[in-house]
């Protein structure tokens, strides 16, 4: 079956699908994005990911293209268009299209806005299969990792040597030595202490929607939870580490460097937390 794209208010074969070359999301990386998870047929965070979607467009003065409401029935009716129930939707803001010119054009151009879905299997049930390697890299992004902009070239680099060395993570850390966060993910640690950390948001990392949906499963589970900071040295020294996104759910990482991270299997901890985000899908 072809697969259709959303491009600027019209539904077409994502082959056919094309934006202009003077658009400055092309020219600039002036725009921003989303990635949501659909689980038959629902939009899993989706409050959490259309309010970061409004953060990010108001941070660097995009015009709306349509409402919120709008914007979720383009969503289903791209879902219900190529058959996915159970997919990754991604959607991309621009500030549209202009003759080349750094500073914003005026008048303002049209936002331009683009939406793809692809199928994604369902999350495994046992967390064994899940489990991956990452690799530690300095952050080498802007001071606005806050927003979710679609300027990924650090990002691209740091994934494609996590690749390079057999892994699938960056875990990126900064000129003080501070972990901030995953190439494409939020993560977590549990300390020889057993307590669980995620860096406190701030300007260096993206503010992520499973992340903080996971924040009210950690404290069902009764965990004992800092959000702070952590160092890299911190990072080698833990029991557990894992990893959060859209994508990536609850995913364990069992190696760093090329070192088994605890016993090289996931922890109790993220299987506990991957055990709610399941029941939390399931359940709706
Ligand atoms: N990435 N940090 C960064 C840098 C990310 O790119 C992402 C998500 C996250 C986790 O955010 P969330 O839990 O809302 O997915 C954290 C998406 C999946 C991507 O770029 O494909």
């Not at 659909?38 to 995009?62: K, Q, T």
């Amino acid at each position: 079956m072809a697969r259709i794209a959303y491009v600027n208010g019209r539904y077409v074969k994502l082959a056919k699908a094309v934006v202009n070359i003077e658009d400055r999301g092309y020219q600039f990386g002036d725009g921003i994005y989303e990635v949501f998870y659909a689980y038959r047929g629902r939009l899993i965070d989706e409050a959490l990911h259309f309010a970061r979607l409004e953060r990010s467009r108001g941070e660097i003065g995009l015009t709306a293209p349509m409402g919120e409401a709008a914007l979720r029935v383009v969503i289903h009716e791209l879902m219900r268009r190529n058959r996915v129930q159970t997919g990754l939707i991604y959607l991309q803001l621009t500030r549209g299209v202009a003759k080349r010119d750094h500073a914003f054009p005026m008048p303002k151009p049209r936002s331009a806005l683009t939406l793809t879905v692809r199928p994604k299997p369902e999350p495994p049930e046992e967390l064994s299969g899940w489990s991956a390697a990452a690799i530690t890299l300095e952050d080498e992004r802007w001071g606005r990792c806050d927003i979710k902009s679609i300027n990924l070239l650090p990002n691209v680099l740091a994934r494609d040597a996590a690749k390079q060395a057999g892994a699938l993570e960056a875990v990126l850390f900064d000129a003080q030595g501070m972990v901030t966060e995953g190439a494409t993910s939020s993560v977590w640690m549990v300390g020889p202490d057993n307590v669980l950390r995620t860096r406190a948001l701030d300007q260096h990392v993206l503010p992520g929607c499973t992340r903080a949906a996971l924040l009210a499963d950690v404290a069902a589970e009764g965990l004992e939870f800092q959000e702070q900071a952590f160092s890299l040295e911190e990072l080698r020294a833990a029991r557990e580490i894992f990893i959060t996104s859209a994508t990536s759910f609850v995913k364990p990482i069992t190696r760093l460097d090329g070192m088994p991270v605890g016993n090289a299997a996931p922890g109790l901890i993220a299987s506990r937390l991957y055990a709610r985000y399941l029941a939390r899908l399931k359940e709706g």
